[in-house]
């Protein structure tokens, strides 16, 4: 007998024992829903084996990408400005006394132990210092992205973005944007690239800067009190 016609025979005989015995329709269609929740939970385990995969590589590149940097790093907590909110300036717990200078970094670590950079140090009092953050107007610094290490300028404000971009630069979303300035250490991560773009004036490229944290959650910073700043923005 031929394939078609036994297939033909088999679906007979199942629409039969169907039609007598209804509970056993029930069961095959149990059956397949039971074989279609497994097959998209099978889909989803491998979305999320995907996203971590996408993880781990970022952070693998973020390692390559970045000199090492090690600095002498004391803790200090960070003053409440609640409700007023200055996100520009951090006021922490550590001063003169505690080694701290005008010029040097404040940090905190990402989730590979890299230093990421949230500020300087602009005033030192007895036993307190006042840090301006790259979230300030008037925080500029010269930066490198991606593993090709495309120059750049950082401007700080309530959004810091990269300026002064190559416009035929090869940067993409997720580069990684590190400090090349003579007056903070060299290789300190500060963010990832969004949304590159052509300025305004279309002679060069410009984009976002997303941040490893959120300031407003920010309850400790790290400064390096062993780094001499050579030349301090003002």
């Keep these: 007998m031929r394939k078609e016609n036994l297939l033909l025979l088999f679906l007979i005989l199942a629409v039969f024992l169907i039609f007598l015995y209804p509970s056993l329709g029930w069961k095959i269609r149990s059956l397949m829903t039971v074989s279609?929740?497994?097959?998209?939970?099978?889909?989803?385990?491998?979305?999320?084996?995907?996203?971590?995969?996408?993880?781990?590589?970022?952070?693998?590149?973020?390692?390559?990408?970045?000199?090492?940097?090690?600095?002498?790093?004391?803790?200090?907590?960070?003053?409440?400005?609640?409700?007023?909110?200055?996100?520009?300036?951090?006021?922490?717990?550590?001063?003169?006394?505690?080694?701290?200078?005008?010029?040097?970094?404040?940090?905190v670590f990402s989730v590979s132990s890299k230093?990421?950079?949230?500020?300087?140090?602009?005033?030192?009092?007895?036993?307190d210092s006042l840090i301006e953050t790259i979230f300030d107007s008037r925080f500029q610094l010269s930066v490198r992205t991606g593993i090709a290490g495309v120059n750049?300028?950082?401007?700080?404000?309530?959004?810091?973005?990269?300026?002064?971009?190559?416009?035929?630069?090869?940067?993409?979303?997720g580069d990684v944007v590190y400090s090349v300035d003579s007056s903070h250490p060299f290789g300190l991560a500060i963010g990832i690239v969004k949304n590159f773009r052509l300025s305004s004036?279309?002679?060069?490229?410009?984009?976002?800067?997303?941040?490893?944290?959120?300031?407003?959650?920010?309850?400790?910073?790290?400064?390096?009190?062993d780094y001499n700043a050579k030349s301090i923005n003002q």
């Excluded at 970022?58 to 970045?66: M, N």
């Excluded at 000199?67 to 717990?93: D, R």
């Excluded at 300028?153 to 940067?171: E, F, R, V, Y």
């Design 115 to 127: 230093p990421v950079l949230v500020g300087t140090v602009k005033e030192v009092f007895g036993s």
């Design 152 to 173: 750049s300028l950082l401007k700080g404000g309530s959004s810091p973005k990269l300026t002064l971009i190559p416009k035929d630069s090869k940067i993409e979303d």
């Design 36 to 107: 279609e929740t497994q097959t998209a939970d099978y889909k989803n385990l491998v979305l999320e084996n995907e996203s971590l995969k996408a993880d781990l590589a970022q952070l693998s590149t973020l390692k390559k990408e970045l000199p090492s940097y090690q600095g002498n790093f004391i803790q200090a907590s960070v003053y409440s400005n609640y409700p007023f909110n200055f996100k520009s300036e951090l006021l922490v717990n550590r001063g003169e006394k505690d080694g701290v200078k005008v010029g040097q970094p404040a940090i």
């Design 201 to 225: 004036d279309q002679f060069f490229g410009e984009a976002d800067i997303e941040t490893a944290y959120n300031q407003d959650d920010l309850r400790t910073v790290s400064i390096d009190i």
